[in-house]
């Protein structure tokens, strides 16, 4: 993975001492709120509910052991022992103290670490694929791109106070697992006839209170004019973007009001005007930064590993994990092992200073110290003999690591809601709890087969619901918290917006609603027909009419 | 009774406070003036408009609690979910160290 | 109003002109856009100086046509989180190629000044709340940046960070910046 040379490190570090400046000046009383709050959001500090939030950033979701050991440390110093992990590849923080904040962001400097952009109206983390550079269906890594976004991004002298804030998401993958469509900018890698790299650029995809899908504005960009195109684009935003109404002031606003058409023209004509891009990388930056990217020395296995499969005949839970939390590595004899952080009745995405350490110490035995983060809150080892998964699966459990859930209903996604953010109309964790414990039995959530959940607290859409194959979202009625449910959404390469069934249901009824959409689904599926298929075929109605028509 | 309380979050912690009423800013509601009259509302809004400009809170608001039995108990599941803690972490935040208040943040 | 500009404060001698008041000879002026294009023929005959202030929803390139005889151009932020000047100060140094003053007005504040230089500005007009060593050290706070091609050719600039790597030698010279500041 990426490591800093002496100007990284300058940079993040004289960044943490102008931070530092900032706190003194509003603990000093020099600077108001109303401006020093666009500062610490730039920072990624925010006012929750309770205290401030830190936001600390996890470029495109790749971590090393000594980092996730950091974060530990950092929970246990300055926060109560645990972080949350979030649906952008990021961890927060949820009790730091604004007077330790600069300590802290020393903290993280020391092990190349930062929470710049993670929050306010400027570009924030880069994201990606979190299985990327070991996909089996990866035509190229595309982290040396994100890394590069990353430095072009930090800091950016014109794109720092956008309308809005904006976010990237880039996949090198045909099979999409970043959900490039609803970004504000999506990057799709392609080859062409030639074999030359280039990039589909996606703009105008968003969640939040207006979902929509992404339209494509380049089909192909040869890799050496992203870096221009992408000003490009950012300039038409920065300047034509809606500044009047901050729930109109996102990108896909001003793609939708111009139409696809027009925003490409403007984008094209400015990207002509621009000649040269105002930020030049030369060839041989890129080609450094995908060294650090080359892929690990890997043993010379066979396909198969007899053990292995002994193990899995001989122990059912092992075999179940193995279905649901182990992935097709690229390379022969290996594995990519997804950790859950959804352990029945848990709080999706939390983990405890303990657990990460234990993941730390784990990925450095058996991943070439390398954790990823997912959008959906989970964990990631990358590189994982088939010869050490029973050992490492043991290992897991002791640590309440294991649970064997990935990628099926009891996968939940959950924004903090109404228990941490200052947002929130509802509460999300409950909820998720409730619908995790009701589908507690894991022969059941095998027998389902893959299905997303995604829950959010407030229309903010934080907990991705419009995308979830099943998607709540939580909201208030006259100081009661109900909950609206929306079916077939879907962030994949087939990205669809959910739709909403009809009126919202009480708390204590949502596990029941879904139940009854779930075995809805199991009387109509064909075969191993998946959820999300299921509803493409027969649509809405039969679930309506089951939630609603029955009594 | 229903009244109004004033609340903030400390500038150098982030901790939830609520104003007094020997005007100071405490970590417990019990501690809070609680406005039932024009009156302590017209001082309440002067105070907040006060925590705006100072350094030692920020983010001060009014919100509507009730009074029973001498307990003040926010109105909205918002405020009191603020005054206790998390309602899914028993062991975070004011109801875990007896700072929080006599009552229950969803009923 | 002051102005700040090469690291010390001067009056602002300029004088800002309503879309109807007469032109007072021999001053220094700002005009609105509107006005430069309206009036341009007696405008460009003017003998004092000729400024235009450009609002930030306006495109810059309604008065390419003007810049060679314009002096100083005046963007707004009418606040700093609104950052359209930003990127019409871009188009003029940029693709516009324009080589005169470049004003920042509005709700100027020190926490935005580096952006400001390296997006082109080189004055500022700033309110008497902040002194010198404040906004000197609010744009020598960091002395690297990624985006090489902001750094303005004037006063001090980060170094670039892509540039220094590849060997360019000025570039990582250029963080000794105390006296630069001043330049
Ligand atoms: S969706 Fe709403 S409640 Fe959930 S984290 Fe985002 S802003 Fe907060």
Redesign the interface.
């Known amino acids: 993975m990426y490591r800093y040379d002496e100007f990284d490190h300058r940079f993040v570090r004289e960044r943490v001492g102008q931070f530092r400046d900032q706190v003194e000046r509003r603990l000093g009383g020099e600077l108001s709120e109303a401006e020093f709050k666009p500062l610490r959001l730039m920072n990624g500090v925010y006012l929750q509910l309770h205290a401030y939030m830190l936001r600390v950033a996890i470029p495109y979701g790749t971590l090393s052991s000594a980092q996730m050991r950091r974060l530990a440390e950092i929970a246990d110093t300055y926060d109560k022992g645990y972080a949350h992990f979030t649906t952008r590849q990021n961890v927060q923080y949820n009790w730091p103290k604004l007077k330790d904040m600069p300590d802290l962001l020393d903290d993280l400097a020391d092990v190349e670490m930062h929470a710049i952009q993670t929050s306010g109206n400027c570009i924030r983390n880069v994201t990606t694929d979190q299985w990327a550079g070991v996909a089996a269906d990866e035509v190229a890594d595309p982290r040396p791109v994100c890394e590069l976004l990353r430095q072009w991004s930090s800091l950016h002298p014109e794109f720092s106070f956008l309308p809005r804030k904006f976010k990237i998401a880039v996949t090198g993958a045909p099979r999409d697992r970043a959900a490039v469509a609803v970004h504000d900018i999506g990057l799709r890698m392609h080859v062409n006839a030639d074999g030359a790299r280039g990039w589909e650029v996606l703009a105008g995809g968003g969640q939040g209170r207006t979902p929509m899908i992404a339209i494509t504005v380049r089909e192909f960009l040869p890799e050496a004019e992203l870096l221009g195109y992408l000003e490009a684009v950012m300039r038409v935003y920065n300047l034509h973007g809606r500044r009047d109404n901050k729930y109109k002031a996102r990108i896909k606003i001003l793609v939708h009001e111009l139409g696809a058409d027009a925003f490409r023209a403007q984008v094209e004509a400015e990207y002509a005007k621009l000649g040269s891009p105002t930020v030049d990388v030369e060839q041989r930056e890129l080609e450094r930064i995908s060294a650090y990217f080359a892929p690990p020395v890997y043993d010379e296995l066979d396909e198969t590993c007899v053990p292995f499969e002994l193990a899995k005949n001989e122990n059912r839970e092992f075999a179940w994990w193995v279905k649901s939390n182990v992935s097709a590595h690229k390379v022969s004899g290996y594995a990519i092992v997804n950790i859950s952080l959804k352990p029945t009745g848990g709080i999706p995405g939390d983990a405890t200073s303990q657990q990460m350490f234990v993941v730390a110490d784990l990925a450095e035995q058996y991943s070439h110290a390398e954790i990823r983060v997912t959008h959906r809150q989970n964990l990631v080892l990358p590189d994982v003999r088939l010869s050490d998964l029973y050992t490492l699966w043991i290992e897991l459990n002791s640590a309440e690591l294991a649970t064997a859930n990935v990628g099926l209903i009891g996968d939940i996604v959950a924004c903090p809601g109404l228990d941490y953010c200052a947002l929130a109309t509802a509460r999300s964790i409950p909820i998720a709890q409730d619908v995790s414990e009701r589908f507690e039995d894991l022969k059941r959530q095998h027998d389902i087969g893959s299905l997303t959940i995604n829950i959010s607290g407030c229309i903010n859409a934080c907990g991705h619901h419009h995308v979830g194959h099943i998607g709540i979202l939580g909201l208030d009625k006259k100081g009661e918290e109900f909950y609206q449910i929306t079916l077939g959404g879907s962030s994949d390469e087939n990205a669809s917006i959910g739709t909403i069934l009809g009126p919202g249901f009480a708390g204590d009824q949502v596990a029941d609603a879904i139940e009854t959409i779930v075995e809805t689904y199991l009387g109509l599926r064909a075969d191993d027909e998946p959820f999300i298929e299921t509803y493409r075929r027969v649509g809405a109605k039969p679930f309506k009419e089951a939630l609603y028509e029955t009594a | 009774m229903s009244g109004k309380i004033l609340t903030a979050n400390r500038v150098n912690d982030g901790d939830v406070v609520f104003f007094t009423s020997d005007h100071q800013w405490s970590l417990r509601i019990s501690d809070a003036l609680f406005a039932e009259d024009e009156a302590v509302l017209e001082l309440l809004e002067d105070q907040l408009r006060l925590a705006e400009t100072g350094t030692e809170v920020t983010d001060a608001y009014v919100f509507d609690a009730e009074k029973f039995d001498g307990v003040l108990r926010p109105r909205h599941i918002r405020e009191r979910i603020r005054t206790l803690g998390p309602t899914v972490r028993a062991d975070l935040g004011k109801q875990s160290n007896g700072t929080g208040g006599a009552f229950s943040a969803v009923s | 109003m002051r102005l700040l500009k090469n690291g010390e404060f001067f009056e602002d001698t300029w004088l800002t002109l309503d879309n109807e008041e007469a032109v007072p000879q021999g001053a220094d002026i700002l005009v609105s856009a509107e006005r430069l294009q309206a009036e341009f023929g007696t405008l460009m005959l003017h003998n004092g100086r000729l400024g235009v202030v450009v609002a930030n929803d306006r495109?810059v390139d309604d008065i390419a046509d003007y810049l060679e005889v314009i002096d100083t151009v005046v963007l707004e932020f009418p606040s700093?989180?609104?950052?359209?000047a930003?990127?019409?100060a871009?188009?003029l140094r940029?693709?516009l190629k324009f080589r005169g003053g470049l004003r920042a007005t509005g709700n100027v504040?020190p926490?935005?000044l580096?952006?400001?230089r390296?997006?082109g500005f080189d004055t500022f007009e700033v309110n008497g709340r902040f002194g010198l060593d404040v906004w000197q050290?609010a744009v020598t706070?960091?002395?690297?940046?990624?985006?090489?091609?902001?750094v303005p050719d004037r006063g001090f600039a980060p170094a670039d960070?892509?540039s220094?790597?590849?060997g360019n030698a000025d570039d990582t010279l250029r963080s000794d910046f105390e006296e630069i500041w001043t330049a």
Request: charged share 20%; aromatic share 16%; proline share 0%.
């Open positions: 495109a700093f989180t609104d950052g359209r930003y990127s019409q871009r188009k940029g693709s504040l926490d935005q580096a952006f400001m390296q997006c050290r706070a960091m002395t690297l940046t990624y985006q090489g091609g902001y960070v892509w220094a790597r590849a």
